[in-house]
């Protein structure tokens, strides 16, 4: 399975960004997909995360209300949808997948991993 994160960028704090997330190779063994974020000098911390098939989500208190996490089966493609951005949202932002059906909130929980793209908020 090999993930690529786009959609990065400089906004500006109350603005929208959408992050994408395609998904290639052995895509019929992904449970769940989620999103990390690193900040400069932090450790990596869990996002939001998603079935692969069906309706459950789950968000981190930290951006709850505000992100969204998605997906298009189709196009096998994931999205974070970041509405009212904050400087404390910028980070390099990380897709992963996982073989086993549970939602998990530890990096150490998923199997593959995107290269990650920056967003950064000024204030």
């Known amino acids: 399975v090999q993930l690529q994160a786009s959609g990065g960028g400089l906004v500006q704090a109350g603005d929208s960004l959408r992050l994408s997330c395609a998904v290639s190779?052995?895509?019929?063994?992904?449970?769940?997909l989620a999103w990390f974020r690193q900040g400069a000098g932090k450790d990596r911390e869990f996002v939001a995360a998603?079935?692969?098939?069906?309706?459950?989500?789950y968000y981190a208190d930290t951006v709850k209300g505000r992100f969204t996490i998605s997906r298009d089966n189709a196009k096998n493609t994931a999205f974070l949808q970041m509405n009212s951005l904050k400087p404390e949202d910028t980070a390099v932002y990380y897709c992963a997948a996982r073989i086993h059906p549970s939602i998990a909130v530890r990096p150490d929980q998923y199997d593959y991993w995107g290269q990650g793209t920056l967003v950064t908020v000024s204030s």
């Open positions: 998603m079935r692969w098939t069906g309706t459950t989500t």
């Open positions: 190779g052995r895509t019929f063994s992904i449970r769940v």
